[in-house]
């Protein structure tokens, strides 16, 4: 299952005045992630096991399963994230989510007529540990009084791994995307990269280079696996609905668990021998309630579900729980595979 365009476009579902009641079907909020994620990033991104069969990312492309948050300086515990700028000798720049690690003598992006990573704020840095398939090394900041991002997207096929493609902001007010399509770079899975990397935008105004790079992905032991026995099946709603279809590869369906608390739903839901993994889904910014933060559960977290779905080829559902009364909340570090996964 792909978690990493789920956790990183889910802050759409809930963006248009953070409704306190979800809407009717996941699939009318999946629409609305698309239409809000195309108008913000420019690009729409695969949705991973939600449309494919929803994107960590696992919807779509602007939320975050992010496993790993920092600021300057070392994070405590999961990995130690970490955003070091020291000027000491090379590396110069180094940046671990606990997840992906990217350390360069030398970084510069180019957007707007003006070079950032010359005197940054401080970087939060992210990462979603996605699947076996993809994982995203995510920095965001503030410089020259503006809003920075730079998103790496990798991918992996079992061989190899390969960075995919980069996302930066264009420096303006509002910003919008750059994208810088791959494949960029690769390596045998299991191994870094070294080398170096430099792209310029179609209208050579905007580009972005990492010089004396070392890049880790796809690290041993932090490649999040989906459950596995899990038995592909038909999931009748609570309702009851047994003469359904067989299942096909890559269909979603939505579930109805409306009126359950997600301890309830667990309970349902293994009922049916079908595996679950939960998305803690909040706000993260008062005046901006598309900016929000997902978090990877393995086990149910506290609050109050607002969507689920299910790959009934794969027998994986996927619920969605958010705070009682949807408050906004600080972004935590959380474990690099998410809580409660072992």
Not at 172 to 186: F, V
């Amino acid at each position: 299952m792909n978690d990493q365009r789920f956790e990183r476009d889910l802050r759409a579902v809930l963006a248009e005045d953070a409704p306190d009641v979800a809407p009717a079907t996941l699939r009318v909020a999946l629409q609305q992630v698309v239409a809000a994620t195309r108008d913000r990033r420019g690009t729409v991104h695969r949705m991973g096991p939600v449309l494919s069969a929803v994107a960590s990312s696992a919807v779509m492309g602007l939320i975050l399963a992010t496993v790993a948050v920092s600021w300057t300086g070392r994070a405590p515990g999961f990995g130690g994230a970490v955003d070091d700028r020291s000027p000491g000798p090379s590396p110069a720049f180094l940046w671990d989510s606990g997840i992906v690690v990217l350390a360069a003598g030398e970084a510069r992006i180019t957007a707007g007529g003006r070079e950032y990573l010359v005197d940054p704020g401080p970087i939060a840095v992210h990462s979603d540990a996605g699947s076996e398939t993809d994982q995203t090394l995510e920095l965001e900041w503030r410089e020259h009084d503006r809003e920075m991002r730079l998103y790496f997207y990798f991918e992996a096929d079992g061989e190899k791994w390969w960075l995919d493609r980069i996302q930066t902001r264009d420096g303006r007010e509002p910003a919008e995307w750059l994208t810088y399509p791959g494949p960029l770079l690769s390596a045998p899975l299991g191994e870094p990269f070294t080398g170096d990397i430099e792209r310029t935008s179609p209208d050579g105004q905007d580009g972005f280079s990492l010089e004396g790079m070392r890049l880790e992905a796809f690290r041993d032991g932090l490649i999040r696996q989906d459950p596995e026995g899990c038995q592909p099946t038909r999931p009748p709603r609570p309702s009851g609905d047994a003469d359904r279809p067989a299942p096909e590869p890559g269909v979603v369906e939505d579930i109805d668990l409306s009126g359950m608390t997600p301890a309830e739903a667990a309970e349902w839901i293994a009922g049916r021998d079908l595996c679950v993994t939960w998305r803690f889904t909040y706000r993260t910014h008062e005046d901006d309630p598309a900016m929000m933060y997902s978090e990877y559960w393995c086990t149910p977290p506290d609050g109050e579900i607002f969507g689920g779905y299910i790959d009934e080829s794969e027998g994986i559902a996927t619920v969605m729980v958010r705070p009682v009364g949807n408050p906004v909340l600080e972004m935590r570090q959380q474990p690099p595979l998410g809580w409660g996964c072992g």
